[in-house]
């Protein structure tokens, strides 16, 4: 059964730094592209980085070159690392398969909270 683990977030103060991962218990994921996606009470989730299967990342604009996704396809997981966060990325982190549009069902994701 295909499963999506998210794990790393927390509590970091206004310019600090988070490394999310996911886990995809997925046989597709080294044929796939993976994505995260944020989601904010009363929101829609939105997509904040999106990577290849040959390593190409897309990012969000409001990424800002704080941000970094890869992957490593041996253990099925993808990362995101996060520099500079600032309050407004406090949301609930997701990953994905899929470059535009997520593909499976969401999994519990990881709460990111930036606050001083």
């Known amino acids: 059964q295909e499963r999506l683990v998210e794990s790393g977030g927390g509590l970091v103060q206004p310019g600090g730094s988070l490394r999310l991962s996911c886990i995809a218990s997925e046989s597709l994921f080294s044929f796939v592209a993976m994505s995260w996606y944020r989601r904010v009470p009363g929101k829609q989730h939105e997509q904040v980085a999106a990577?290849?299967?040959?390593?190409?990342?897309k990012y969000a604009d409001f990424v800002h070159g704080r941000f970094t996704i890869s992957r490593d396809n041996a253990k099925n997981t993808v990362f995101l690392q996060m520099n500079s966060l600032d309050p407004e990325d406090t949301a609930v982190y997701y990953c994905n398969l899929g470059w535009n549009t997520p593909i499976r069902n969401w999994g519990q994701g990881t709460q990111v909270t930036v606050s001083s």
């Open positions: 990577i290849a299967i040959n390593g190409t990342p």
